[in-house]
């Protein structure tokens, strides 16, 4: 049997019906289709599926739907501002930091909440920071390099 579940969802309060073993990932991606979440491992260990949940990066797949319940939840969907990209999406462009792209939104998440907690980051803090976050393309350095230009981005904003 469903259960209500309100949060605020991409800055949109709504009260969302779910299943009781639906993950956050399925919620988001199977029934709401924000399929910019994406799906990997399913047991949390690639960050595919990472997501803010009232400001810290989650790993959707491993958070219960109904856990989210009064929570303010962001997705990739929910990071830019009308057409403004945040600035971490910015850099990650600029730097080249994209290949096939299918760890990025991931990484873009978790490198949101990491920069909010931790302005001014040295590079082995960045690489500490994402060691959940997996990229099949390899193409690690230029994320890092991302990482470290939006935090300078950030701090000028
Ligand atoms: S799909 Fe969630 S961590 Fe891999
Ligand atoms: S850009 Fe392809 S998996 Fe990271």
Redo the contacts with the bound molecule.
């Keep these: 049997m469903k259960i209500s579940v309100p949060m605020v969802l991409n800055s949109r309060a709504q009260t969302l019906e779910v299943e009781p073993y639906w993950t956050l ?1 399925r919620l988001l991606r199977d029934e709401l289709d924000l399929t910019g979440t994406k ?11 990472t997501i803010l949940v009232d400001g810290r990066a989650v ?4 958070m219960l739907a109904a856990q989210a319940a009064g929570a303010e939840v962001t997705t990739i969907e929910g990071l830019a501002r009308g057409d403004e990209l945040h600035p971490v999406q910015t850099a990650f462009v600029e730097y080249g930091a994209i290949q096939c792209g299918y760890c990025s939104p991931g990484f873009i998440m978790a490198a949101t909440a990491f920069l909010a907690e931790n302005p001014r980051p040295s590079r082995d803090e960045i690489k500490d920071a994402l060691e959940g976050n997996l990229c099949r393309c390899t193409g690690y350095i230029k994320i890092f390099e991302a990482v470290e230009a939006a935090a300078g981005a950030l701090q000028r904003s």
């Design positions: 990932q799906e990997g491992c399913r047991t949390g260990n690639c960050g595919v599926c790993k959707s797949c491993l």
